[in-house]
């Protein structure tokens, strides 16, 4: 990519999508990132903005938010789509979210100012994170040993805590498996092979029909 293609990726993807004619983006990134000159990019920061875009919330209608009308979908929907898409509840465990989130918050105050984040109240912040500790993703506490536990394991701890087995019937799994190789695909993550999928999907349906997993 170019340096010019680039710091307009930054603008865009830090600033929201506030849309820069190509000729002002030097000037725009002087007076938002308050330092003199229109550098070109050095390698680092290059990696940098195209890691950026690696592993993002692959996002959702406001709609599908569980609750949709409560308080918390509502303080999700507006602050934490000023960068990215909507993300999920279901995308990291209770014990996650928290680091998560506080992540995004040191982001979100950071870039009030020359950005115009939108910052979100104390008591805001407490209710968000209860809402999305609420809806979490069900982790799983202890697996049983079988063929594919080992592919399970590696495959889908990348980008969140491994799912309990028994959140899903077996019917039910090869479905949200196949959602969670889109979601691989949208996030820029690498895929599977249709052997390894059909080999966590025989474990996951396993582990779900016994009777007492926990
Ligand atoms: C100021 C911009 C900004 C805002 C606002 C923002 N995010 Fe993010 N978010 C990012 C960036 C940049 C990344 C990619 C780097 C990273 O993962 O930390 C990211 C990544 C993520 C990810 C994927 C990475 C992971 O650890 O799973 C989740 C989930 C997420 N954000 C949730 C949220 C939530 C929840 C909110 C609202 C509280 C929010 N974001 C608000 C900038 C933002
Ligand atoms: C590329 C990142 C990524 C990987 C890898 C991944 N997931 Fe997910 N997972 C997500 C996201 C994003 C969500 C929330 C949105 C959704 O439900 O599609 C999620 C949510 C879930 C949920 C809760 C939602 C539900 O339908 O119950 C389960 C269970 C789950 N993942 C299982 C898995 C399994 C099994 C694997 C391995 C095959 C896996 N994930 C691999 C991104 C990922």
Known sequence: MHARALMLAAVVLVGCGKATPQG????ASDTSAGRGGAPALTVAQQRLLEAAEIALPPGMAVESLPEPNS???????????QCHALPSPAMHGPVDWP????????RID???GSLGVQIPETAQRSQLLTYLQAHALQVAAN?????GKEAFETTCSRCHALADPKVHSPPD??????????????????GVTHDRAVEIIGYLQKASARPHAR
Do not use: D, F
Request: charged residues 20%.
């Open 24 to 27: 002002q983006v030097a000037a």
């Open 71 to 81: 308080p918390g979908a509502k303080i999700l929907a507006q602050y934490c789509t």
């Open 99 to 106: 680091s998560v989130v506080r992540r995004m918050w040191v």
């Open 110 to 112: 950071m870039l009030a």
């Open 143 to 147: 697996l049983p040993a079988g063929p």
């Open 173 to 190: 799994w090869p479905v949200v498996v196949m959602r969670m190789e889109k979601n691989m695909e949208k996030m820029k993550v690498s």
